[in-house]
């Protein structure tokens, strides 16, 4: 079974929050065990444990099977392009990183970092920060062109695809039809945008399967807000992850905590939120 977050943004309490209850005994006996971890991007900026959440991703690197993909934040850090939303504190943490701290981060030999997106035939997934269209195919008129890369690429909410500062923003039919180009019903997992989002493909049609309904349940102290949808084998699917690590969020207080699981048989997506009893 797979762990999927996204946006942690250098949050440790969010990440061992999340961490805490996908491996408890509680949590375990009823959905089943973790054996692979996927991070879909933004370990780093806004939050003030760095050090912290990058040691804890290397060593869970050395116990589990791990898909990990670049998102913005962690390429506007390393390449040293400065992204809005830190605070004093957090910017402070981030330049006493060492060199072994950024270690997780894989140097590539053309001097990059990571991979902006990793496909999995076997499973059929398709995992990015925030969109899966190649750059190469948008006709840019934008300024920036860093801006039209898949880890700043985002859904859109109109019915139109086009640039603004904050990324290019893609229509599903647009990164269907993309990841189509590698196989059949599929799975697309993807972050950035810290909202939770489920989106259907059969056929022509595109549906929005994400329903405002939710179950509750209590795992290891917390409560917990369930969401799950079957993966029928003859659709495709984009699930957008939520927030990961609460200090991501520009106004604070009020973030929770966001992961999902994945589980074989049946195939099935079952997206939380934690809430953080008082």
Partial sequence: MDLIFSDIHADINGLETILKIAFSADFENKYGKISR????????ERGTGPAQVLRKM????????????MGNHDEGFLYKKEISGSSDASVLAHQALSAQDLEFFNLNKDGT???????????????????????DKITKNGEDPWLYQRTWQRLSDQDSEFYSYFGYHYKPSSAFREVGEHFDNFVILCGHQHVEAAIKQEGDRITNIWSFD??????YSHSLKKREFLIEKTANYL??????????HHTGGFARP??????DDPRKLIMFTVNVDR
């Fill in 258 to 263: 966001h992961f999902a699981v994945m589980q």
């Fill in 113 to 135: 970092y990571g991979d902006q997106f990793i496909v999995d035939k076997k499973s059929k997934l398709f995992c990015v920060h925030g969109g899966p269209i190649n750059p």
């Fill in 58 to 69: 290397s060593e869970l690197e050395k116990s589990y099977k791990m898909i990990s993909v």
């Fill in 37 to 44: 971890i996927i991070n879909l991007g933004d370990l780093m």
């Fill in 239 to 248: 699930f957008r992850m939520g927030l990961g690590g609460p200090q991501g």
């Fill in 214 to 219: 939710h179950q509750l349940e209590r795992i």
